[in-house]
């Protein structure tokens, strides 16, 4: 009899004994496993407005004891415009790594020497061609932990597909964001069934945004010493930006209204800096004349345009 060998089982040294006419042999025989890992595919974010770009999320997690010495990762997609635009970009426990992937779908990307206890997260974006997208992803090694003496070659571990879709909602924008300085905007024209028109700008470079106001969206008021949760002449408009970080740079989020004149701004949040998060909240108000965005979080107003412009950091909802 024959030892039996499958794609992923390693055969071990073999010493073939001839007793008489009967030929017996002898194997030691050692299953080389998987490398334990964790893997997503996600899209971001959710939806996508017109004539922005649908974006998605691909991570893998060393769970093992175990270096993976190479690391390759494939993504393909539906509903991409091939004339539009295509990008992607790694970090490897949050640093940025150049040239890890191409440009263009499906998506390639190669990574080397991904130790235990590393997280690999690449960002896709591109040009959607109509109302929905997907990305699939397979991350796959040719290369062998050490814990297997080098037996085990081309595992794979699959990201499953994720879906974005258009959403067409007047109160709604959003999308992924390449380039630095970029805007999301909502409807902008206001009016008696359009209360309010929301729009982020000076967008950092490679984030999804989105922005949601209108009579359901929703945000967070508890009164407090120096916050009224009564006077309000607007709605809630909520903001997504990236991860939910709070960013080293200001962006904006310059709200139009239809009437009334905003006399400060509640931001309502979830404050991600403390284990557990918790829910907070604290006053935006008017900003020095000169240099608005030193005084960050704070916001001007425009009694022509009735614009508000809030100079902040962070997401969260906000309410005038």
Avoid at 224 to 253: L, Y
Wanted: charged letters at 10%; hydrophobic letters at 35%.
């Amino acid at each position: 009899m024959f030892p039996f060998v499958s794609r992923r089982a390693a055969a071990g040294a073999a010493a073939l004994i001839l007793v008489g006419a009967t030929a017996l042999l002898t194997a030691g025989s050692t299953l080389a496993t998987v490398p334990l890992a964790t893997v997503t595919m996600n899209p971001l974010p959710a939806h996508y407005s017109a004539g922005n770009l649908a974006g998605f999320r691909t991570t893998y997690l060393n769970t093992d004891t175990s270096t993976i010495s190479q690391l390759f990762l494939s993504v393909t997609t539906t509903g991409s415009d091939p004339a539009g635009v295509y990008y992607a970009s790694a970090r490897i426990n949050g640093v940025t790594v150049s040239g890890a992937c191409s440009q263009s779908t499906p998506f390639a990307c190669s990574f080397r020497n991904i130790k235990p206890g590393y997280l690999v997260v690449v960002d896709l974006a591109f040009t959607p061609s109509g109302a929905t997208t997907t990305a699939t992803g397979t991350w796959s090694s040719n290369g062998a932990p050490t814990s297997d003496g080098g037996t085990s070659h081309g595992d794979t571990w699959d990201a499953g597909t994720a879906t974005s879709t258009l959403r067409a909602d007047p109160d709604y924008a959003g999308g992924f964001e390449v380039a630095a300085n970029g805007e999301v905007a909502n409807l902008q024209l206001v009016s008696a069934s359009n209360l309010q028109a929301t729009r982020l700008g000076k967008l950092p470079a490679g984030v999804p945004a989105t922005v949601h106001d209108g009579p359901d969206a929703t945000g967070v008021c508890t009164p407090t010493t120096t916050i009224s949760c009564t006077g309000f002449v607007g709605e809630w408009s909520e903001v997504s930006v990236g991860d939910g970080q709070t960013f080293p740079s200001v962006f904006t989020v310059i709200i139009t209204f239809y009437k009334g004149t905003p006399k400060a701004f509640v931001h309502s949040y979830v404050d991600t800096s403390v284990v557990p998060n918790v829910q907070a909240e604290e006053l935006v108000t008017a900003c020095p004349k000169t240099d608005p965005a030193s005084g960050a979080p704070c916001f001007t107003w425009d009694s022509k345009t009735k614009q508000a412009t809030i100079y902040t950091f962070h997401n969260g909802s906000y309410k005038g």
